[in-house]
């Protein structure tokens, strides 16, 4: 099958126009058009095609993910609580993953710390069928009150894990107390029976490891892992299927740009995925954030 250029632009101006009127929250088409402007006419594909990665991942895709982490959680619960070593019935398993649900916490990682795109992912959490109800969703400054209240099990979540310093920096950054302040780490090592997840929808193995070795006592659950020489923007997507000459432009345009922004992080260039989860993540590839100038239109205040 193939299409041409018209009709492929054609196409993702629908899906787009569709994303801002129905999907994304504080995104008009307006603001896509404005963004448009900082690509040239010859150009143009360029930010069409990087539009196109802000839906790379449907409501069922983001749903198939969520049910995967969940049941890697309840895997990793099964194994390490011996609930398989209980009664074997249905019934008696049902039953003891029900009050090990009742003592569970969702939590979104801070975004004053790190990604506000976490907060977002609450809602897909939420909506997912494959999360049990009776699941706590709490803010991450009333941790201390629910281990208090005798709830065990601790779950954050996220979309990303890239080099793994953003979280490690939050994990020894977040402060409780008044008086006397203590951090997560203090908290995870002053309540040893408390077990601390952290669900995350895609990561670097680099990272991952990064932050296993900070953050021992923290188990960390990834649905898809990134080999470490992945390139995102590869034939897999539908558009570089369809269109797979255009590539090349593309990323050189992504190179270029991100030289001009002086942005350096190695994985950067991974980044044109994003999230879908109710509005564009700004978990983003720099191209969407602000030059130093301010000459750069964002699509996404970040």
């Not at 129905?22 to 402007?37: A, K, L, Q, R, S």
């Not at 941790?143 to 601790?154: E, G, S």
Request: proline letters at 3%; hydrophobic letters at 35%.
């Amino acid at each position: 099958m193939s299409i041409s250029e018209v009709e492929w632009i054609d196409g993702i101006k629908k899906k787009i126009q569709y994303m801002a009127n129905n999907v994304w929250d504080g995104i008009t088409y307006t603001e896509v058009e404005e963004f448009m402007t900082n690509f040239s006419e010859k150009d143009q594909i360029v930010g069409w095609a990087l539009l196109d990665m802000l839906i790379y991942y449907s409501n069922e895709q983001e749903e198939s993910i969520i049910s995967n982490l969940i049941r890697l959680v309840k895997r990793d619960i099964w194994i390490t609580q011996e609930v398989e070593k209980r009664d074997i019935s249905s019934q008696n398993i049902e039953k003891a993953f029900s009050e090990i649900f009742e003592k569970m916490c969702f939590v979104p990682v801070d975004e004053s710390d790190t990604s506000a795109s976490s907060f977002n992912i609450t809602g897909q959490f939420k909506k997912s069928r494959a999360v049990p109800n009776k699941i706590e969703y709490i803010k991450l400054l009333d941790v201390p009150l629910m281990i208090a209240m005798h709830y065990k099990y601790f779950i954050f979540y996220d979309d990303i894990i890239g080099t793994g310093t953003q979280f490690s920096r939050f994990w020894k950054k977040t402060q409780f107390g008044n008086s006397k302040k203590y951090s997560l780490i203090d908290l995870v090592e002053n309540n040893p029976d408390a077990c601390f997840y952290y669900l995350v929808f895609g990561g670097y193995q680099e990272g991952i490891d990064k932050i296993k070795k900070n953050i021992p006592k923290l188990k960390i659950i990834v649905s898809e892992y990134f080999p470490k020489n992945a390139d995102i923007l590869n034939e897999e997507n539908e558009y570089w299927e369809l269109n797979p000459q255009l590539k090349k432009k593309v990323i050189d345009f992504i190179m270029e740009k991100e030289k001009e922004l002086d942005f350096t992080d190695k994985y950067s260039k991974h980044l044109p995925v994003l999230f879908q989860h109710g509005r564009a993540s700004n978990t983003a590839l720099s191209l969407y954030w602000n030059s130093k100038d301010s000459l750069w239109h964002e699509l996404y205040k970040r």
